[in-house]
């Protein structure tokens, strides 16, 4: 679970800003909404949503913990910067670096990473864990201006117990442009990493974070393969009323040339170098293509059809691009949905609603908190949709406003922050503008009178 995420010098993040999401203990933590953190009496929070106008900087909080997992888990090629993307609206030099650090729980132990970077170096890098309350040093990473690393490991990682791999790796150090804990993920081996490095590493490889536009990549062959959440899919859609009473995946040939024309750059290249003869690539309309075992000059793909039921009581196909934009939306959030349910895990999502009706984000969301009590699930999303500002449910402290400041920068604030009556309607409360994070249209109303007012003199 992710505890804190702050973000310093990050596109309109200038000042560090921090995303809590402890449990605030005066607004109680026996509720579904609450994880228990053992050894340390703090509880996390396993939803909380975000909102704010737009342009406000919701969306660049979700790239900014997207760029740290892609840090860590993919690391920079040699000689290429490190992707900076600054404050730009103000006076500091672009050479000024960003900085991020994260609090998580994995497997019941609280770890505390960060990494302070620009294009050129990682100044800095550290990944602690905590022991109770007491905080335990695993390493601390310093790249000089000269480019030389110098990894200092913590007193646990040192003692003879400890995998040699780890303290070889140390005294090697890393490239200037390259994370250290992204050379022990290369290190590919769970023993020569060591349990704690392994959980960290865990974290960052499961974490799960959906753009507003994305679609799930291996949608098909899920469904294909896995009757459990077929089952559970088609079983969501029909409850939503989409009007989808069953999925199928149909497989057929198809020529290679057919593939090469789809939106990837050089399709024909990549299915010639498919590892494995495997790979998923986008077909016509938007469907995904599952191609498997390659053959001279055909590959096998599958396609997604859904079925709906007609008055004769049977079965019409539809290709999936013909579905609604929200009965896709959903569908392609279901995967995650499904695996907070029955393996655990943290999706951020970000706007959840996109494309849904208000009622079935809702829902979405009464079934994650039903089917996720007594595990360590999280959902984070940011969102436009008011009418989920209800404290029946969400909780006030898992409840937070992206809003920026007269010079552009983006502050985080919760609404644990005010003071509100528990039976005050926050949704309307929100629209007022009583909690800022909505957008000021009033430039809109003089727009229309001064169109109004040239089209009469005209």
């Not at 959980?199 to 536009?213: C, Q, V």
């Not at 793909?301 to 609604?324: G, N, Y």
Request: charged letters at 25%; glycine letters at 6%; proline letters at 5%.
């Amino acid at each position: 679970m992710l505890l804190s995420f702050s973000v310093e010098n990050f596109r309109s993040f200038q000042a560090e800003e921090t995303l809590n999401l402890l449990a605030a203990k005066r607004f109680g933590t026996e509720s579904p909404h609450c994880c228990e953190i053992a050894d340390t009496g703090e509880h996390a929070l396993r939803v909380a949503s975000l909102y704010g106008a737009n342009g406000a900087g919701k969306s660049n909080l979700v790239r900014a913990l997207r760029l740290l997992q892609q840090m860590v888990v993919e690391g920079t090629p040699p000689g290429k910067p490190i992707p900076h993307e600054p404050f730009l609206l103000d006076d500091q030099p672009l050479t000024k670096p960003s900085s991020f650090e994260l609090q998580f729980l994995q497997e019941g132990e609280v770890f505390r990473y960060g990494v302070c970077y620009d294009a050129d170096r990682v100044h800095e890098e550290w990944l602690a864990v905590y022991e109770g309350k007491k905080e335990r040093n695993l390493f601390t990473r310093v790249t000089k201006e000269n480019g030389a690393v110098t990894v200092a490991l913590g007193p646990t990682v040192k003692d003879a117990h400890h995998p040699k791999k780890i303290k070889a790796l140390a005294e090697v150090g890393a490239r200037p442009n390259q994370l250290f804990l992204t050379e022990v993920v290369n290190l590919d081996d769970p023993e020569a990493q060591g349990p704690r490095f392994q959980r960290a590493i865990e974290w960052f490889a499961t974490l799960a974070i959906i753009k507003a536009d994305a679609r799930f990549s291996m949608l098909a062959e899920a469904i294909a393969t896995d009757e459990g959440f077929a089952e559970f899919a088609a079983r969501f859609l029909r409850e939503a009323n989409t009007g989808i009473a069953d999925l199928e995946v149909q497989t057929t040939n198809v020529p290679k040339s057919t593939l090469a024309s789809t939106p990837i750059d050089e399709g024909k290249n990549v299915l010639e170098n498919l590892p494995d003869g495997l790979a998923v690539l986008p077909g016509p309309d938007g469907e995904d293509m599952f191609v498997d075992a390659p053959q001279k000059d055909t590959v096998r793909v599958r396609r997604i059809v859904a079925l709906h039921d007609t008055s004769r009581k049977q079965r019409a196909k539809f290709p999936l691009h013909e579905e609604s934009d929200g009965s896709q939306r959903l569908l392609n959030l279901l995967p995650a949905l499904f695996l907070l349910t029955a393996e655990g895990g943290v999706i951020v999502v970000d706007e959840l609603e996109r494309s849904m009706h208000p009622m079935l984000a809702r829902k979405f969301l009464e079934f994650f908190l039903k089917a996720v009590r007594g595990t360590s699930s999280q959902l984070i999303f940011t969102t436009h949709e008011s009418t989920l500002l209800d404290l029946e449910l969400m909780r006030r402290d898992g409840i937070w406003f992206a809003e920026k400041d007269p010079k552009g920068a983006t502050h985080l604030y919760s609404l644990a922050d005010f003071k509100v009556r528990k039976d005050l309607r926050i949704e309307k409360g929100y629209l007022a503008g009583r909690f800022g994070a909505i957008p000021f249209l009033g430039g809109i109303d003089h727009l229309i009178e001064e169109q109004a007012a040239a089209e009469t003199q005209a």
